[in-house]
């Protein structure tokens, strides 16, 4: 089960961000608009057929063009609108919205326009998920799954997943084939043994080409399981990379600059923004959260 999404500041997974992990970055910020319906807490009711917690407003549905046959299931998105900005998930698909446009849940929704402004322009990225205390990627089977029938859903996800392998009898990785509901599905069951029901090795790939794999995980039907495994992306700051909440951000008087770490922890406060005192620092991305007389703040990711 998806665990509850923490809102405000992403909270993203310690790693060592290697140039291997680097290679796997994606920067990309989308526009489009955005728009509010009521959601799918308390069930998995979505496309994605991720279960969403009753209290758990942090979610929406992508427009049918990047929601990519259920590739974007599982992803997190950060979303600036013109009341603020908010982290959520992609558990359903909208499919009357066009490229860019979000369908967010209404509690998500409000985060970042007011009910009445209806349909309001958006700019967003895909970022890494703030996983909160299951860490590793899970896996669960649907009821039908037998020798001869394999059906499953991953979830957890730190990044988007892109692909779901498992190793053959024969040593070759076989592609199982994903569904436009988010589960992957292989008729004729994995591997040549018609006599149990796994354990199973996957080979996953994430959107960014990062691969990872998951040996010899048990396989019981209406069950789910921990692959002990996880994706490690960072998130690629760009310093280049300022959102300004107000078009009139430039006559705005900053009277508070918070310096935080990846874990959203205050490093330290200051008066005007003086990127000189970071060389104090040491966490290797930093967010810069502006707030001026004007009531509203940018956010800039800081490489170093």
Same mark, same amino acid.
């Given at each position: 089960?998806?665990?509850?999404?923490?809102?405000?500041?992403?909270?993203?997974?310690?790693?060592?961000?290697?140039?291997?992990?680097?290679?796997?970055?994606?920067?990309?910020?989308?526009?489009?608009?955005?728009?509010?319906?009521?959601?799918?807490?308390?069930?998995?009711?979505?496309?994605?057929?991720?279960?969403?917690?009753?209290?758990?407003? #942090?979610?929406?549905?992508?427009?049918?063009?990047?929601?990519?046959?259920?590739?974007?299931?599982?992803?997190?998105?950060?979303?600036?609108?013109?009341?603020?900005?908010?982290?959520?998930?992609?558990?359903?698909?909208?499919?009357?919205?066009?490229?860019?446009?979000?369908?967010?849940?209404?509690?998500?929704?409000?985060?970042?326009?007011?009910?009445?402004?209806?349909?309001?322009?958006?700019?967003?990225?895909? =970022?890494?998920?703030?996983?909160?205390?299951?860490?590793?990627?899970?896996?669960?089977?649907?009821?039908?799954?037998?020798?001869?029938?394999?059906?499953?859903?991953?979830?957890?996800?730190? =990044?988007?997943?892109?692909?779901?392998?498992?190793?053959?009898?024969?040593?070759?990785?076989?592609?199982?084939?994903?569904?436009?509901?988010?589960?992957?599905?292989?008729?004729?069951?994995?591997?040549?043994?018609?006599?149990?029901?796994?354990?199973?090795?996957?080979?996953?790939?994430?959107?960014?080409?990062?691969?990872?794999?998951?040996?010899?995980?048990?396989?019981?039907?209406?069950?789910?399981?921990?692959?002990?495994?996880?994706?490690?992306?960072?998130?690629?700051?760009?310093?280049?990379?300022?959102?300004?909440?107000?078009?009139?951000?430039?006559?705005?008087?900053? #009277?508070?600059?918070?310096?935080?770490?990846?874990?959203?922890?205050?490093?330290?406060?200051?008066?005007?923004?003086?990127?000189?005192?970071?060389?104090?620092?040491?966490?290797?991305?930093?967010? =810069?959260?502006? #707030?001026?007389?004007?009531?509203?703040?940018?956010?800039?990711?800081?490489?170093?």
């Amino acid at each position: 089960m998806i665990k509850r999404l923490i809102s405000c500041t992403l909270l993203l997974l310690a790693s060592v961000v290697s140039a291997f992990a680097q290679s796997f970055c994606d920067t990309t910020w989308y526009t489009g608009e955005g728009t509010q319906y009521g959601g799918v807490a308390g069930s998995n009711g979505g496309n994605c057929g991720i279960w969403v917690d009753e209290d758990d407003i #942090y979610t929406c549905a992508l427009n049918h063009s990047q929601y990519d046959s259920s590739m974007a299931c599982g992803a997190c998105i950060h979303a600036y609108g013109p009341l603020g900005d908010i982290t959520i998930k992609v558990v359903d698909r909208c499919p009357e919205c066009k490229p860019g446009d979000i369908d967010f849940s209404t509690g998500s929704f409000v985060k970042v326009a007011t009910l009445e402004a209806g349909r309001v322009p958006i700019r967003w990225q895909f =970022v890494p998920c703030p996983l909160a205390e299951q860490k590793n990627i899970q896996v669960f089977y649907d009821a039908g799954t037998s020798p001869y029938y394999f059906k499953a859903m991953f979830s957890n996800l730190y =990044v988007a997943l892109k692909t779901v392998e498992f190793l053959d009898d024969d040593g070759s990785w076989v592609n199982i084939h994903r569904e436009m509901y988010n589960y992957f599905v292989h008729p004729g069951g994995l591997g040549g043994d018609k006599t149990k029901v796994g354990p199973y090795t996957f080979r996953l790939t994430s959107w960014t080409g990062e691969q990872i794999v998951a040996e010899n995980i048990e396989a019981v039907p209406d069950q789910g399981f921990d692959l002990g495994v996880q994706f490690t992306t960072p998130y690629c700051a760009d310093a280049t990379n300022a959102l300004s909440i107000n078009a009139d951000e430039e006559s705005a008087e900053i #009277y508070r600059v918070e310096v935080m770490d990846v874990f959203g922890r205050l490093l330290a406060t200051q008066k005007e923004w003086n990127p000189q005192t970071l060389s104090a620092l040491k966490p290797q991305v930093l967010l =810069v959260r502006q #707030y001026t007389n004007k009531g509203v703040y940018t956010h800039k990711w800081i490489a170093r």
